[in-house]
């Protein structure tokens, strides 16, 4: 079974290391899809990596429309999503480093 983490790189630092490495040094790293564990004595005290997106049923983005809204869901809503999906792809371009 593939779950997020079986893809991610994933860096060991030590306490000391982090603190001298700028953070912004670091969250580059995590925007770029790495996981950053800290450690002391080889054992862990910390853990840096992605924030996971916030997602929502159909149904639940539906209950936030307004009471008097007139938007529906018709036959054709999942092309309709499918195609504004297609419209925003961005080709992969991964790090150099990865």
Not at 22 to 36: F, N, P, S, Y
Not at 51 to 70: F, G, K, Q
Not at 82 to 93: I, K, M, N, Y
């Amino acid at each position: 079974m593939y779950n997020q983490g079986m893809g991610r790189h994933v860096i060991h630092i030590s306490e000391k290391e982090a603190a001298a490495t700028d953070v912004a040094t670091l969250l580059a790293q995590v925007r770029a899809g790495a996981e950053i564990i800290i450690e002391k004595d080889k054992r862990p005290v910390a853990v840096l990596h992605p924030a996971e997106s916030v997602r929502r049923t159909i149904s639940e983005c539906v209950s936030l429309l307004p009471e008097d809204s007139i938007n529906t869901i018709d036959a054709d809503f999942s092309k309709d999503v499918e195609a504004a999906v297609a419209s925003h792809r961005e080709p992969l371009d991964p790090p150099a480093w990865d």
